[in-house]
């Protein structure tokens, strides 16, 4: 017996209607969580990496990258950015299995202001994407919204066909730049935003309409539509699933496990609150950016200075927590992996 139209909408979760007006991306290193439910793309960065390579169902993906690394020589930190990007692209092609669309795999945050370098990483992780047989269509490159980090973008885009994602993303002036660079993807963090307020103003709480998170969101989505940007918004870093609830229509939503379940086990209505339509509809004047007037504009947004600053430095910091556990790992035989992994982990 078939089911009414309205029937099937009380009983589909929050996250299947979600999935109706957004494309919805897992934010997550761990393949149980994307198999479990089911997103279209896949999102890393080296506090995630850090966090499933600790796991031990994992292992075997830190190991195969350490022989990568060791095998290909050089001095120690050499052996260890080769490891490093290796185990990135691991854990890139396991979602890939489990995954329809793309992952984004980001390249080393403390290279955020180095043009030239980021250019050079991208093309590295691409290069081994493609050697383990993946197009380079199914991969975002991740790249801090730094204006270096723009400017790698475009020139990513433009030159060589590699599809970026710009990630810690806070200001206006960052998204405006982003778009000018036409950049495939952008990914402005909300409940970083929501955290600044939260700590910086007398406000402690906030209904979802009124978040500053996705208060930004809004208007960035609404630029883009209204200018016929191309580039496509991914709201990410949610604290809540009312943020969520409160961007169904834009692009992209990249969410962790813990807010999918909620999601997945709410049975609340959702209805888009963002649209195509009424975002021409807005009152938003075009914006010209040159670098000067993007550092000044950024610079202006003292939220957005500093919660970039701290995004490179605590994704620079799981970095290098990350290489720590492969210098330690490297250093002994496999024979012994097992029990030094449990004793380094918990130094980590």
């Given at each position: 017996m078939?089911?009414s139209?309205?029937?099937?909408?009380r009983m589909e979760?929050a996250?299947?209607q979600?999935?109706q007006?957004?494309?919805v991306?897992?934010d997550?290193g761990?393949?149980?969580?994307i198999?479990?439910?089911k997103?279209q793309?896949a999102t890393?960065?080296p506090?995630?990496?850090?966090?499933a390579?600790?796991?031990p169902e994992y292992?075997?993906?830190?190991k195969?990258?350490i022989?990568?690394g060791?095998?290909?020589g050089?001095t120690?930190d050499?052996?260890?950015t080769n490891?490093?990007?290796?185990?990135f692209?691991?854990?890139?092609l396991?979602?890939?299995?489990?995954?329809?669309?793309r992952?984004?795999?980001?390249?080393?945050?403390?290279?955020s202001?180095d043009k030239?370098?980021?250019?050079?990483?991208?093309c590295r992780?691409?290069q081994l994407?493609?050697?383990?047989g993946?197009?380079k269509e199914?991969i975002?490159?991740?790249l801090?919204?730094?204006?270096?980090?723009?400017q790698?973008?475009?020139?990513l885009?433009?030159k060589h066909g590699i599809?970026c994602n710009m990630?810690?993303?806070?200001?206006?002036?960052q998204a405006?730049a982003c778009?000018?660079?036409?950049?495939?993807?952008?990914s402005p963090?909300?409940g970083?935003?929501?955290d600044?307020?939260?700590?910086?103003?007398?406000?402690k709480?906030?209904?979802?309409?009124e978040?500053?998170g996705v208060?930004?969101?809004t208007k960035i989505?609404?630029?883009?539509k209204k200018?016929?940007?191309?580039?496509?918004v991914m709201?990410?870093?949610?604290?809540?699933s009312g943020?969520?609830?409160?961007?169904?229509?834009c692009d992209?939503l990249?969410?962790s496990?813990a807010?999918?379940s909620?999601?997945?086990?709410?049975s609340?209505?959702?209805k888009?609150?963002?649209s195509?339509?009424?975002?021409?509809?807005?009152?938003?004047?075009?914006v010209q950016?040159?670098e000067?007037?993007f550092?000044?504009?950024?610079n202006e947004?003292?939220?957005?200075v500093?919660?970039l600053?701290d995004?490179i430095?605590?994704f620079?910091?799981?970095a290098?927590k990350?290489e720590?556990?492969?210098?330690v790992?490297?250093?002994?035989?496999?024979k012994?992996?097992?029990?030094?992994?449990i004793q380094m982990l918990?130094?980590c």
């Amino acid at each position: 017996m078939s089911v009414s139209p309205v029937k099937r909408q009380r009983m589909e979760s929050a996250l299947e209607q979600l999935k109706q007006y957004t494309v919805v991306v897992a934010d997550t290193g761990d393949f149980n969580a994307i198999e479990e439910y089911k997103p279209q793309d896949a999102t890393t960065n080296p506090s995630l990496i850090l966090a499933a390579a600790r796991m031990p169902e994992y292992q075997h993906l830190l190991k195969e990258a350490i022989q990568y690394g060791k095998g290909l020589g050089g001095t120690e930190d050499e052996q260890v950015t080769n490891v490093m990007e290796k185990l990135f692209v691991n854990f890139g092609l396991e979602i890939l299995k489990k995954i329809p669309g793309r992952v984004s795999t980001e390249v080393d945050a403390r290279l955020s202001f180095d043009k030239d370098e980021m250019i050079l990483r991208a093309c590295r992780l691409i290069q081994l994407y493609k050697d383990a047989g993946i197009d380079k269509e199914r991969i975002l490159i991740k790249l801090s919204s730094t204006w270096e980090g723009i400017q790698a973008g475009k020139e990513l885009e433009e030159k060589h066909g590699i599809h970026c994602n710009m990630t810690l993303l806070f200001s206006f002036a960052q998204a405006v730049a982003c778009a000018d660079a036409h950049v495939t993807l952008i990914s402005p963090f909300v409940g970083r935003i929501l955290d600044w307020y939260k700590e910086n103003t007398e406000k402690k709480s906030f209904e979802p309409s009124e978040d500053p998170g996705v208060q930004s969101v809004t208007k960035i989505y609404n630029y883009y539509k209204k200018f016929d940007y191309k580039t496509v918004v991914m709201g990410a870093s949610f604290r809540n699933s009312g943020e969520i609830k409160a961007l169904a229509g834009c692009d992209y939503l990249t969410i962790s496990p813990a807010l999918l379940s909620e999601l997945s086990k709410d049975s609340s209505k959702i209805k888009p609150t963002l649209s195509v339509k009424e975002a021409k509809a807005s009152d938003l004047q075009k914006v010209q950016l040159d670098e000067k007037k993007f550092r000044w504009l950024h610079n202006e947004d003292r939220m957005a200075v500093e919660k970039l600053s701290d995004g490179i430095r605590k994704f620079a910091a799981d970095a290098i927590k990350l290489e720590s556990m492969i210098k330690v790992s490297g250093l002994f035989t496999y024979k012994h992996y097992a029990y030094l992994d449990i004793q380094m982990l918990s130094i980590c």
